[in-house]
């Protein structure tokens, strides 16, 4: 099984809203990242943890909280977002966070705030 | 981690080799080159990744030059499911560096019947 899932596929939610992203991976990978793509632009990294740890942070705003209760699971807890946020939210993992292996990414959550 | 260019657009004949070309003049020697791809409305995937020598997978074939500044994906018989934006990227890739992607602008592909 090499599927990273993303749920729910679409979101809206308003600016006062607090909603999450969950994302899953049951290939025993140890690093799962948290990228944000806003339209026609690449991906940009947000977040990555490393066994459950939080190793990287790139300046996210705190309106964006990650969090990874256990290996296989990662969310992104969001609160009080403004409409700039709209953006697709892609999950990744790869086997390890120092190795140097290929990540595989999940579909992504299309989110629209209003 | 080194930067890339790539051209913006390129189109390509359905059953003939898309040759992707991606300039990286300043790579270092502990760094690799790696691309990615992604189809609309959908997260991307790896494709390949090489040092110095050519290497070839189910998927692609990646051709490094011997002065490794510039490489170029083949994709040997472009399909209409092969359109995708494709990201060439280059990162070191050892134990002591972070496994963390940074996308440039890609290449937007798309094949004609």
């Known amino acids: 099984d090499t599927e990273v899932t993303q749920t729910p596929k679409h979101l809206v939610m308003g600016m006062t809203n607090k909603k999450s992203l969950k994302c899953e991976q049951h290939m025993g990978h140890r690093a799962m990242y948290w990228y944000k793509q806003k339209a026609k632009k690449p991906p940009e990294l947000m977040f990555v943890?490393?066994?459950?740890?939080?190793?990287i942070n790139e300046s996210v705003p705190s309106r964006f909280s990650p969090e990874c209760p256990n290996s296989s699971l990662l969310n992104l807890h969001l609160h009080a977002l403004q409409p700039e946020d709209s953006a697709l939210y892609l999950c990744?993992?790869?086997?390890?966070?120092?190795?140097?292996?290929?990540?595989?990414f999940g579909p992504g959550t299309r989110l629209t705030v209003t | 981690d080194a930067k890339t260019t790539q051209p913006p657009s390129m189109d390509c004949a359905e059953g003939r080799a898309a040759n992707l070309p991606c300039n990286h003049s300043t790579i270092s020697g502990n760094e690799y080159v790696y691309w990615y791809r992604q189809i609309h409305s959908q997260g991307p995937q790896y494709i390949i990744h090489g040092l110095k020598n050519n290497e070839t997978n189910e998927m692609a074939s990646l051709i490094i030059t011997e002065d490794r500044k510039s490489s170029t994906l083949i994709l040997p018989h472009a399909t209409l499911r092969d359109t995708a934006v494709y990201y060439c990227?280059?990162?070191?890739?050892?134990?002591?560096?972070?496994?963390?992607?940074?996308f440039g602008g890609g290449t937007r592909v798309l094949v004609k019947p």
């Open positions: 990227i280059v990162r070191v890739a050892s134990k002591a560096a972070v496994n963390k992607l940074t």
């Open positions: 990744a993992s790869s086997p390890s966070l120092e190795a140097p292996y290929e990540q595989y």
């Open positions: 943890y490393s066994y459950e740890k939080l190793s």
